[in-house]
């Protein structure tokens, strides 16, 4: 009988400590993400709701007149010694863009008209020319201004909550958390808000200029950084509103391509 009570003591002992660790360690482990997404030098704005701030996150979608430029690795997250530089020029419904500064695409879509440029092919330099469907049009235009148009679509749970103001590189911004909320499952939402996106958003033009985002990494969250316009020592380079001309989206000369009608 003696012996019984001891191996359950031993036990509970053991179920005691397993218990005690796991509840340090979670409490470490989200510390660690809690302390790993603090944003340092905010200062009091004056706050914003959800609804405010998707209000002037979405207020780029109706501009018909810009210029951006950003690296496709570096908004993507991907550390590498080479540059994979994107120009976009937007008027009206033309758009066209460049790619490390060569001509790689141009679209009319009040025409329909595509031309794609292929440099250095085994034919030479190539321009193909396509139409654009009616069903496509609404995918090119997204993909031409992803990295304005984050928000375009905003789930009906997603959530934005204002941290505070921060100017960066003489750049008024908001800085705000964002995530989706889940009321049905408690613990989704409570992973949701731990791990959630900071953004820092253009005050006057609602243009997200930079994406702070978890990823784990075995076990451990790691943050990675996307859409860096503050890579520029001066940000007002990255993107213009109102500055393209009809001279910068006019349709490109193709006199020295060798042109394929698809």
Not at 63 to 92: A, C, F, H, P
Not at 119 to 139: L, R, W
Not at 174 to 201: C, G, H, M, Q, W
Request: aromatic share 12%.
């Amino acid at each position: 009988m003696k012996e019984k009570i001891k191996i359950w003591k031993v036990v509970l002992i053991s179920i005691i400590t397993f218990l005690v660790l796991s509840i340090i360690t979670l409490i470490l482990y989200f510390g660690y993400c809690l302390y790993l997404f603090h944003v340092d030098g905010l200062s009091e704005g004056t706050p914003m709701s959800s609804d405010e701030i998707q209000k002037l996150v979405q207020s780029i979608n109706s501009k018909t007149n810009y210029y951006y430029q950003y690296d496709k690795y570096k908004v993507n997250g991907i550390n590498s010694e080479n540059n994979l530089k994107i120009e976009v020029y937007r008027k009206d419904n033309k758009f066209k863009v460049l790619q490390n500064g060569e001509l790689y695409a141009w679209i009319d879509f009040d025409t329909g008209e595509r031309i794609l440029f292929v440099k250095n092919s085994f034919e030479g330099d190539v321009a193909v020319i396509s139409q654009v469907s009616n069903s496509e049009i609404t995918d090119e235009i997204n993909w031409r201004t992803y990295s304005l148009l984050q928000y375009e679509y905003i789930d009906e749970n997603r959530k934005f909550e204002y941290l505070g103001d921060k100017k960066v590189k003489d750049t008024d911004c908001i800085v705000i958390r964002t995530y989706v909320e889940n009321p049905s499952n408690i613990i989704t939402e409570f992973l949701s808000k731990t791990f959630a996106s900071i953004d820092y958003v253009d005050k006057e033009t609602g243009i997200v200029l930079l994406e702070e985002d978890c990823y784990t990494v075995g076990l451990l969250p790691k943050k990675v950084t996307r859409n860096i316009a503050f890579s520029s020592e001066n940000p007002s380079d990255i993107y213009k509103i109102d500055v393209v001309t009809d001279e910068d989206i006019a349709r490109p000369d193709l006199s020295s391509y060798k042109v394929i009608n698809k």
